[in-house]
Each structure stands twice: as C-alpha cells, then as structure tokens.
C-alpha cells in the first residue's frame, strides 16, 4: 500500500473505548488519512493489548513517503504516567495494565504517548474542532460516565497522581446520599445513565402519569428513551431534563468560577442530542458562576464529534515528537 | 541603615488589604529582615498608591550590601496580567487602578509584580509554609469572603483572564437563591460574613432558643461570636458549624476530584478557629471526591500565617529574577 503523504511525518491516534479500538493516521497538518476499528468483543487483560497491537502492526506496515513519527494513545480511565501503566474500570484485568510497556516493545525507537480520553478529547478540540486556537478550554464530556478534560495555559491539567477531571464526582446537592458512593453525585444526576435513572425515580414517584415513559419495563428506560419523551413534550421527560440542565449548569458555573476558561466544549453521547439545551446550560450556569468570568466564556458543541479521541490522541503523539 | 545579609539579592513583598497595607523585605533564602506596616485610614484612589510608595521608598533607600533586586505585590482582587492594573473592590476607584505603571515609575529598572492576593498566599505557602516541595498543592482562603490559591504543576493557575480560583461562587445547594447575587453560593454559607449570616438566620427560625447568641442585637453576631459559643456547645452554634463543615466538605472534595492535588491548606481569619475542624472537613470531603484522589490529598492548616501575604509577594518577586 503507497498512499500519497502531502506532509512530512505521520502519526497515529488510538482511542480504546469499552466496547472497540479505534486506530486512525494523520498527517502532520492533520488530514486524516486511514482509519481501522475493532470490536473488543469481551476480550479480558492481555487479550485487549494483543488486539490493539494487532492493528496497530498493520498501521505501521503501510510503506509511505512520509512514515509514522509517533503514537499516541486515549485510554478510558487513567493513565499513569510514572509507570506507564493504565487502569480502566470497564476492562477487566486493567487495574495496572503495563501498556505503554507493550506498545513500545512493537513500537521500537517510535515514542508512543498515552492519556486518559478526557485529556484527548480536549486535544481533539485544541487541534481540530472547537478549541482552536484556545489556551484555557474545557471539554465536558457527559456519555454514560462524565469527566472533564482541562487544557490550562495550553497544557493538560494531569493532577498530581494522573486523575484530575473527575468531574463526574462533583458535589451539587447535599446532603450525601448513599446513591452518590459508586458514581458520585453530579455523574448520578445528569450522565447518560443519571438521565435513566432519575426518569425511573421520577415514574416510581408519579402513579397518575401515562405519558410515553410508562410503557414496558421501567428498568429498561435509557437516556435516548427520555430525549424522544422530551421531544413529544411529555411532562415527566421535560421535568427529567429540566432538573438535568440545572446540574449541568451548576457544573459549568463551577468550572467557570474556578477556571476562568475561555471556552467549555459539550461532547460525549449526550451531547449528541443535549445540544439543544446548551443556551439553558449557560443561562442557569450564568445565575451562579462569577460574573465577571461568566462574561468572559462561550459554550459550544464539539467540533470535533466522535472523531475527538482518535484525533486527541495523534495530537498528543505529535506533541511529543514537535515543539507546538 | 546597615543591614547585615547573608545572601546576594534581597526582595520585597507589598501585601495589600481592605485596611493596610504591609511590606517586608526578605533575603533569598527567606529570611524576613524588615517589616512594616501603615493603616489605609480609609484612603481611596491614587492615595493607597501614595502611601504604598511612601513606605517602599524607604525600603529602597536602604543602604544594603545585598539591594533590592525584585518587589512583589498581593492585591485584594484582580491583577490583570495585560494591562498592569487591579480591580480591588474594597478600595474606592481601584476599579481598573493603574498600579504596575506607578510602581514601576518608582522601582525604575527594580522589577515589579502583581497577583492576587490568593496567589499569592499558596506561593507563601510553597516558598516557606506547608506547601514546601509540593507541585500541586491548594490554598483555601476563608475570611470575610472565600478565595483558592491554585498551583499546579508548579505554576499559579491565573486563567484566561486572571480569574481563575473565584471558589466563593461555587454552586453547592440547589435551587439557586436570590441571596446568592452578590457573594456566591459557598461565599454566602461558608465565609466569616457567611457564618454571622447563617447564625442570624437560624435565630430567627428559633423562637424558642435562648442561648449564647440571643443576647443583645441579632444584626451584630460575628464569626468570632459563634466559635465562642461553639466552645461552649452552644446548640445554635453547633448548628450554625455543622452546615458550615458540610460546604467546607463539599468544596474541598470538588478541589479534590477537578485537581487531584497533594495537598489543601487551610487559611484566612476562619482558620483561625476552624483549625478544629479539618478532619470533619476531611470526613465530609471523603464522602464526595473521587476516591482514588481523596486517599491522595493531605490536609492542613497554614504555615505561613498571616504572613503568607508578604512572603507569597516576595516569593512572586524572587521568581521574575530567579529561575526557581
């Protein structure tokens, strides 16, 4: 295979889900230029390393004028840094998973990066979609789980143990309940799953309602379920998603008062079909935030859409091999 | 004068408050070896610039065998890093003050700079308080108002435009009230004023109360007044610290999972007396953060005091002449 390369150098962007990898090569402007996915297919531990690895070969096989510089990789949970190794909740066997070791051994003298897929979806943004440009961005990823991927000055907010932006833990309604002790309460309140499960709280609560949400089992009510409720204009949906925007809201007002950033970045699942609230996000967002801050940030959808980690993590390897 | 140093550069850090304004001259290796301070008498306008200059001229004109090499600033408000002024809403027509220009003019080629006051205490903390030797590290500022020192990485988080750590406008208690306009929602619950406010309010829901807090006119109670009767178990004021610790806990634990940091040190006039409640703080926080970053973090009160103004001031004077 000869493909045509415009640029000097190429790099790859691995974005490993729960459920498949995503491998894609970009040139150094940012073109992509082949992109390969592969279900997981409930493959465990070391399986998973071998499948990535197996993609990956045939990625760096390709003979091209312009070969791959480096690798980068979006893993979801968290990467550490000082050992290389990754923990991701959703993979069996990845509590301390040595994966930097592993693709590095088939990687030789090409340096590969790794980074949690918060920290990759806000590259995503910086490099192609909506935060161009921006040295203080937010990326508030909400899909089944949220978190928060934070570019400060520029740089990626890493914490000091690599597991900063947990957003999805923030406290916005006390007092604690016990509900909030595996998820944590803003992820409990307004993720993909939060939005099921407060629409079943909510039908348990309201015997008189007969509304769309009423039919067939109510554990089995998703979040999808409860946008098309809402686009009828049923009322149990509509009450869903109104105490959603204000968790939302309330979330955001706090990263603007904290951070002060120039731009927040809804992406992830929900948004999706959450975009259409985002003028509801900024004006409950606008009630709490500092004010002056408040004025200074603009809100947007991605830019960059489900492409945001794949591409995340080619800017990342691009970023260890050039100054940018 | 003749001072005798030890070290080859000496700097000055200017802590700047609602009512004074103080200055000290530090060695480089930390040595506090003047200090000074002068009453606002309630001033406004160029005349705080007038007297800030009054009394650094006279450290200037200290005949040294190690001159002043850098000055340093901590304001009450906003330093805004472009332009060179400050916003400080406690001093009248320091709405957008042109303090670095005045400064400069008499520091001539002696370099000048200004931050925040929050800054600037978790730079006094790292230089010579509880934050030595950390990268990631918190200052929580609790007094008349609520205000986060940020360093990360080893750099202050200033945000897009010198905002950021604006934590008294953080949203914990939903639905949003009224009362929250002016100050924020943690700022209206958690602060000294928040605390006297709180106080009053429970009085007023509590005919039937007739304790330390009931005497004399409801409007006067303090912070101070509600830790002294909190000594003596006082049931209002066991309440009033109660909802105090719980937004204290909720904050903390939102610092907690958002930055993952080593540690949080507690500062202000509250801490002061809230020392006491740092590991129910600590409980309460447990219960909301991320659970890896919770066992992570630290907890402690300030080292530097009162004095992390002026020192954090020096600290910031040292760093624009030292690669440190």
Redesign the interface.
């Given at each position: 295979m000869n493909l045509e390369y415009e640029d000097f150098m190429s790099v790859l962007g691995i974005d490993l889900g729960g459920t498949k990898v995503a491998i894609a090569m970009f040139s150094e402007s940012g073109e992509l230029l082949k992109k390969e996915t592969a279900a997981l297919d409930h493959r465990t531990g070391s399986s998973v390393a071998e499948l990535i690895c197996d993609v990956l070969k045939g990625f760096l096989e390709i003979e091209a004028k312009d070969p791959v510089r480096a690798v980068g990789v979006s893993v979801p949970g968290?990467s550490r840094s000082k050992s290389g190794t990754v923990w991701a909740p959703n993979i069996k066997g990845w509590e301390d998973y040595p994966l930097l070791k592993e693709l590095q051994a088939l990687c030789g003298t090409i340096p590969v990066s790794i980074d949690s897929d918060r920290a990759c979806y806000i590259l995503g943004e910086l490099w192609q979609g909506n935060a161009r440009g921006c040295?203080?961005a937010i990326y508030l990823s909400v899909g089944t789980g949220i978190g928060?991927g934070?570019l400060?000055?520029g740089?990626i907010?890493?914490?000091?143990?690599?597991?900063?932006?947990?957003?999805?833990?923030?406290?916005?309604?006390?007092?604690?309940k016990e509900k909030?002790?595996s998820c944590?309460?803003f992820e409990y309140h307004a993720s993909g799953e939060g939005i099921a499960k407060v629409a079943r709280e909510l039908l348990a609560s309201m015997p008189e309602y007969s509304g769309e949400l009423r039919d067939g089992d109510p554990g089995n009510i998703t979040a999808a379920d409860v946008f098309n409720a809402y686009e009828k204009r049923d009322r149990l949906a509509v009450e869903v998603m109104k105490q959603c925007v204000?968790?939302w809201g309330?979330?955001v007002?706090?990263l603007i008062?904290?951070?002060?950033?120039?731009k927040i970045i809804f992406g992830g699942g929900v948004f999706g079909p959450g975009v259409q609230f985002i003028s509801d996000i900024q004006q409950?967002a606008n009630?709490?935030?500092?004010p002056?801050?408040a004025t200074?940030v603009s809100m947007e959808e991605s830019g960059a859409g489900g492409n945001a980690g794949v591409i995340g993590a080619a800017y990342l390897a691009l970023q260890s091999v050039k100054n940018i």
């Amino acid at each position: 295979m000869n493909l045509e390369y415009e640029d000097f150098m190429s790099v790859l962007g691995i974005d490993l889900g729960g459920t498949k990898v995503a491998i894609a090569m970009f040139s150094e402007s940012g073109e992509l230029l082949k992109k390969e996915t592969a279900a997981l297919d409930h493959r465990t531990g070391s399986s998973v390393a071998e499948l990535i690895c197996d993609v990956l070969k045939g990625f760096l096989e390709i003979e091209a004028k312009d070969p791959v510089r480096a690798v980068g990789v979006s893993v979801p949970g968290i990467s550490r840094s000082k050992s290389g190794t990754v923990w991701a909740p959703n993979i069996k066997g990845w509590e301390d998973y040595p994966l930097l070791k592993e693709l590095q051994a088939l990687c030789g003298t090409i340096p590969v990066s790794i980074d949690s897929d918060r920290a990759c979806y806000i590259l995503g943004e910086l490099w192609q979609g909506n935060a161009r440009g921006c040295k203080d961005a937010i990326y508030l990823s909400v899909g089944t789980g949220i978190g928060a991927g934070i570019l400060i000055n520029g740089n990626i907010l890493r914490g000091s143990q690599d597991i900063a932006g947990c957003i999805g833990w923030m406290a916005l309604d006390r007092p604690f309940k016990e509900k909030y002790t595996s998820c944590g309460c803003f992820e409990y309140h307004a993720s993909g799953e939060g939005i099921a499960k407060v629409a079943r709280e909510l039908l348990a609560s309201m015997p008189e309602y007969s509304g769309e949400l009423r039919d067939g089992d109510p554990g089995n009510i998703t979040a999808a379920d409860v946008f098309n409720a809402y686009e009828k204009r049923d009322r149990l949906a509509v009450e869903v998603m109104k105490q959603c925007v204000e968790f939302w809201g309330m979330a955001v007002a706090n990263l603007i008062s904290l951070f002060n950033p120039e731009k927040i970045i809804f992406g992830g699942g929900v948004f999706g079909p959450g975009v259409q609230f985002i003028s509801d996000i900024q004006q409950e967002a606008n009630k709490w935030a500092q004010p002056i801050s408040a004025t200074q940030v603009s809100m947007e959808e991605s830019g960059a859409g489900g492409n945001a980690g794949v591409i995340g993590a080619a800017y990342l390897a691009l970023q260890s091999v050039k100054n940018i």
